[in-house]
C-alpha cells in the first residue's frame, strides 16, 4: 500500500512570526545613551530572556516597547503595530509586567483589575469573569477584596502579573517579574509563562536569576551598554560536580587515572559529598560515565555547575555600569 503525500505535509512547519521586532534603536537621557542602536526579534510561542548587567538598558529597551519611552531612533513592532504610531494598537496587544508594580492602595486587588479591564474596554460581565480566574491564576482569591495596601511586596507581584493578563496579550513584557516572588509563586510563575507561549503569546523576561531564566526561557538576547550582543562561544571545557555512591571510591579511581579534580564545595544541587572537575560538555560527560561504571564506580549525578545562560553572561566584557 502507498500513501500519496502532499507537498504541505512535507514542509516543515512555518516558523512563529515574531511578536517583537526591534531594529536599530536608540534611546539617549542625556549624555548616557541607555540604548545605542539595539536590534531583537522575539518569536510568538516562545519565552525569550532579556539579559544584560545593571544599566545594560534592558528597563529602557521595556519601557520604549511597552510604548510608555518614545526611542530617539529605529523602529519597534509589537504584533505587527508601532508602539509609538499605532499606540492604541501596540498598547491593546502588550501586557507589561514593570518591576514594582504601584497600586492605588484605597482600592482592592479585584477594583484594581476591575478598573484596568474597564481601561481595556472589556464589557463588565466578561471582566468580572476574567479578573475572578486571573485572581485564581495567581493565588490571590483570598485577598480579592482586601486594599491592596495590605499586600506583601510579592502578592504585589502577582496582582501586577494578573494585571498585565487582564486583556490577554499576544505580546508580554516582564521586568523582573520574580523578585519578591517566593520560591512556590516562582515555580507558578514559570509554569503560567510557560502555558502563555504554548498558547501563542510572545514572552519576553528580564531578570538577574539567570538559573530561572535558565529554566523557562527558549532564546537568550544578551545587552551591553544599550547594545544587542552575541556573547563569546561558550568554551566546552565547564566545570561539573560529579557524585558517586562511594566518594572514597570515585576520588581514588579519579586520582589513579589522572584526572585533575577538587572535592566539591557543598553547591552542587545534591548537596556536599561530591567532586569538582573540569568536562568537556556533553561527550566528555558521557565517557566519564562510561569509564566510571567500566572502573565499578557507579555515578549517581553530574551536571554542570553554572548554567549555559550564565556561562555566555560572564563572557560578556561589559562591567555593571
Ligand atoms: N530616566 C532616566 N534618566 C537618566 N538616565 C537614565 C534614566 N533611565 C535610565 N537611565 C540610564 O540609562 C542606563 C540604562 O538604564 P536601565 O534602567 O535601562 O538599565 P537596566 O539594564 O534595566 O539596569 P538594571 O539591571 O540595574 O535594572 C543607565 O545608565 C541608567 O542610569
Redesign the pocket.
Known sequence: MSFAVADEFLAPPPAAPPGIVVRGVSRA??S?R??DGIDLEARAGRVTALV????????????VLAGLLVPDAGSVRIAGHDPVTEGPAARARTGWMP?AFGTWDSLTARQVLLTFAAAYRIPPVTARLRVDELLATVHLTEFADRPASVLSRGQKQRLGLARALVHQPDVLLL??PASGLDPRSRVDLRLLLRRLADDGCTVLV?S?VLAELEEMADDAVF?SR?RTVVPTPVTTQSTWHVRALSLGALTTWLTSVGATWQPGDGSSPDGPGSVLMEVSGEAGAAALVRDAVAAGVPLTSLGPVTGSLEQAYLTLEEE??
Open positions: 537621557f542625556g548616557v541607555a540604548l544584560g548587567p545593571n544599566g545594560s538598558g534592558k528597563t529602557t529597551l521595556l519601557l518591576d521586568d523582573e528580564s538577574h545587552i544599550g555593571r555600569r
